[in-house]
C-alpha cells in the first residue's frame, strides 16, 4: 500500500501571481515555506513512524514551483531526503512544479535524484485561458513538458483548471481531449474557485469574473472524468483538498469539502435514472452495487434519493449492498 509524505513548500519558486492563486489561502500554509533540512527529516520520520508497513513510499513537496526554485536549493531538499531513499523506507519522490520549468536537463536530472512522479500545473491547453489567467507560460511549454518528462521516464500528473477568466465548455473539453492525448499518468480536477487575497476576488466583487456555479462545476467535472476513465487515464483528485484556512477563506465559486464525492453521486444518478427509465409498466430495479459505494449511490443528505423520487421513481427500486462486490461495480436486475 503506497504512502505520500507531503512537504509544503507553497508558492516557492513561482514567478507569476496567477489571478486565482493565494497558495497560503489554498494549502494552509505560510508563503514561501522554507522546507529546511530538519523540518523535511522531522516529517518524514513522523510519518514513517505512525505509518509503518506500507512498501511504496514517495516524499512529495506541494505548493509551490519545485523546478523553478534555484538548483542549489532543489538540491539541498532532494539530498534531505536522499538518506531514507539509501535506506530503503522511502522509495521515491514526487513534487509539483510549472510547465515552463522543465528542460531536457531538469527532466534527466530529477530522474537521476529518484523523482518518480512530477505533476504540472497545466490549468488550460488554450492559450487565451492561460494568457488572461496570467499564468506565465503557453499551453505548447505544457506539451512539451509533459513529453520530455515522459521521455526521461517520470510519470507525469496533469492538473487542469475548468472555470478560469475565458474558459467555455468547449474550450475546456478541448483542453480534455488534448490533455488525453498526451497521455499523462495522473489527473487532477479543481474547478476554479475564487478566494481572498486573489486579483480574481477583485474581479469577482467588480462583476468581472463569474464563477462556475456548483451544478455546472459538478457537470464538467463528470463529464471530464467519464472521458478520461475511456482513456483509462486515472482522476486521482476532484476538488481542491480542504482545508479550514481554505473554507474560511473561499469568495465564491464551486468550493465543497467533498466535491468529488458530489460528483461521483452525480454520475450514479444519471446511470440509475437511465437504467429506471427503461423499466416498463410493472417492473422493478434491483441495483447490486459494494457496500462502500451506498453513500454515494444514495447521494449526500440523500439528495440521490430525494430526486429519483421526485422524478416518479419511489418504491421502483431497490438499493442491495454486497461485500464481497469491487468497488465502483454494479449489477442491474429487472424484476
Known sequence: MGLVIPIFISHRGCPHQCLFCNQHAISGKEKGSHASNSAITHTVEQWLAR????????????????TCIEQNEQRRMLHAVAPYIADGSVQSIRMSTRPDCISEDIAHWLK????????????????????????????????YAVRLLKQAGIQVGVQLLPGLPGDTTRSFFKTVREAIKLQPDLIRLY?????????????????????????RAIA???????????????????????????????????YHPAFGELVTSR????????????????????????????????????????????????????????????????????S
Open 51 to 66: 505509518s509503518p508497513g506500507h512498501t511504496d513510499v514517495q516524499v512529495a513537496f506541494y505548493g509551490g514551483s519545485f
Open 112 to 143: 537521476d535524484m529518484h523523482v518518480k512522479t512530477v505533476e504540472l500545473g497545466v490549468q488550460s491547453l488554450s492559450d487565451n485561458v492561460l494568457q488572461l489567467s496570467q499564468r506565465g507560460h503557453t499551453a505548447d511549454d505544457s506539451r
Open 191 to 215: 474547478p476554479a474557485v475564487v478566494v481572498e487575497g486573489s486579483e480574481l476576488a477583485n474581479m469577482y466583487r467588480q462583476g468581472i469574473y463569474t464563477p462556475l456555479s456548483m451544478n
Open 220 to 254: 464538467l467535472t463528470r463529464r471530464a472524468k467519464k472521458l478520461f476513465d475511456a482513456a483509462a487515464i486515472p482522476v486521482v483528485r476532484m476538488g481542491l483538498q480542504p482545508s479550514e484556512t481554505l473554507s474560511q477563506q473561499v469568495v465564491a465559486g464551486p
Open 267 to 334: 454520475g450514479w444518478l444519471r446511470q440509475i435514472r437511465q437504467q429506471l427509465n427503461r423499466l416498463k409498466v410493472g417492473e422493478k430495479l434491483e441495483l447490486h452495487i459494494s457496500h462502500r459505494d451506498v453513500s454515494a449511490v444514495v447521494g449526500m443528505k440523500k439528495m440521490n434519493l430525494h430526486r429519483l423520487e421526485q422524478l416518479g421513481f419511489k418504491d421502483r427500486f431497490i438499493i442491495i449492498p454486497d461485500k464481497n462486490r469491487a468497488r465502483g461495480s454494479r449489477e442491474y436486475v429487472v
